[in-house]
């Protein structure tokens, strides 16, 4: 982890890092697998920014760049959310500093962030196949659940 710094992002940064975090975000949106229930339109730079200002927003920079970075949803932003539980919402890490852990330690760093703030759950959802993210939220102690229900006809 030499050189990698992990914490939360200041919504008070600069344009230009504002800038630089949209750029990795649509970077991690473009390698994400998708299938039709995970697939939504990209936010715009603007709307983007206006809906990481209302999150808990962690980042991992390596030499002051954003290399990695994690979205927990507070309550109040997600239907199905209860008082005391955070929601990730996006983790991302920059194709030349994947396969070191980082969007472990970035998402380990915020769910220890959501303890200390009091939350008692956290949810994340995602593709099956994401088998990295699988992988990460494994690790992180995640158990799945049931989410869609399937319906069946022969004919």
């Known amino acids: 982890m ?6 939360r992002w200041d919504n008070a940064a600069t344009e230009a890092e504002w800038d630089a975090l949209y750029r990795l975000h649509r970077q991690g949106e473009a390698d994400v697998p998708r299938n039709p229930t995970t697939s939504s339109a ?3 730079r603007e709307d983007w920014q206006r809906t990481l ?21 507070l309550p109040g932003h997600h239907p199905l959310q209860t008082a005391r539980e955070v ?3 996006f983790t991302a890490t920059h194709p030349a500093h994947r396969s070191h ?3 472990t330690v970035l ?3 915020a769910l220890a962030w959501a303890a200390a703030e009091g939350y008692v759950v956290a949810g994340t959802g995602g593709t099956v196949l994401n088998l990295s993210m699988l992988r990460v939220n494994t690790r992180l102690g995640y158990v799945t659940e ?5 319906w069946e006809r022969h004919l």
């Open 87 to 89: 929601e990730s919402d």
């Open 42 to 44: 990209p936010l715009s």
């Open 53 to 73: 200002s209302e999150e808990a927003v962690f980042v991992v920079h390596d030499r002051g760049e954003p290399v990695g970075l994690t979205r927990l949803t």
């Open 101 to 103: 852990g980082l969007a």
């Open 2 to 7: 030499a050189g990698y710094e992990v914490g």
């Open 107 to 109: 998402k380990a760093h």
């Open 146 to 150: 049931p989410m869609w229900v399937t």
